[in-house]
């Protein structure tokens, strides 16, 4: 997994220019994965599981279009798993789906302390502490049988 940014107009963005809101990329994570051991199908439940696809332009107290609830496929299969990655996770939302699907784009790896910035600063970071966690709880509850 792979920290970066995509999705906006500016070439080579970096992490101010896009939490200033003004290039247009979403901050975002490219997973690369074996379709033999986990489907794209169940990364996309995970995905909406796992943060509030709800929300526009935000996702709890960080907000702006780079925290937008967005899915950048590769290709045409992709593309049409996500509309129904869309529809499935629909039946468990009380609001509206705003996720979007968006692309193609150029992906921009972020900054090389963004890479594994919970794994050192993000277990110091008060924020942090407080939204990943239960994040990482929900995940291993909801999908401990298909990441075994």
């Given at each position: 997994?792979?920290?970066?940014?995509?999705?906006?107009?500016?070439a080579n963005p970096d992490y101010k220019s896009v939490c200033s809101g003004t290039?247009?990329?979403?901050?975002?994570?490219?997973?690369?994965?074996?379709?033999?051991?986990?489907?794209?199908?169940?990364?996309?439940?995970?995905?909406?599981?796992?943060?509030?696809?709800?929300?526009?332009?935000?996702?709890?107290?960080?907000?702006?279009?780079?925290?937008?609830?967005?899915?950048?496929?590769?290709?045409?299969?992709?593309?049409?798993?996500?509309?129904?990655?869309?529809?499935?996770?629909?039946?468990?939302?009380?609001?509206?789906?705003?996720?979007?699907?968006?692309?193609?784009?150029?992906?921009?790896?972020?900054?090389?302390?963004?890479?594994?910035?919970?794994?050192?600063?993000?277990?110091?970071?008060?924020?942090?502490?407080?939204?990943?966690?239960?994040?990482?709880?929900?995940?291993?509850?909801?999908?401990?049988?298909?990441?075994?």
């Amino acid at each position: 997994m792979v920290r970066g940014y995509i999705g906006g107009h500016v070439a080579n963005p970096d992490y101010k220019s896009v939490c200033s809101g003004t290039t247009g990329h979403a901050e975002a994570i490219k997973i690369q994965f074996d379709p033999e051991t986990i489907s794209y199908a169940d990364l996309l439940d995970i995905f909406f599981a796992t943060h509030d696809p709800t929300q526009l332009n935000r996702q709890g107290n960080d907000i702006g279009t780079q925290y937008r609830s967005a899915i950048f496929p590769l290709d045409d299969r992709q593309r049409t798993e996500a509309q129904a990655g869309i529809q499935r996770a629909a039946a468990d939302w009380p609001a509206p789906i705003v996720t979007k699907i968006e692309g193609p784009a150029i992906w921009y790896p972020a900054e090389d302390y963004h890479q594994e910035y919970w794994e050192g600063e993000g277990q110091r970071n008060p924020y942090c502490l407080a939204v990943i966690p239960p994040k990482l709880a929900k995940l291993k509850k909801g999908f401990a049988e298909r990441l075994a």
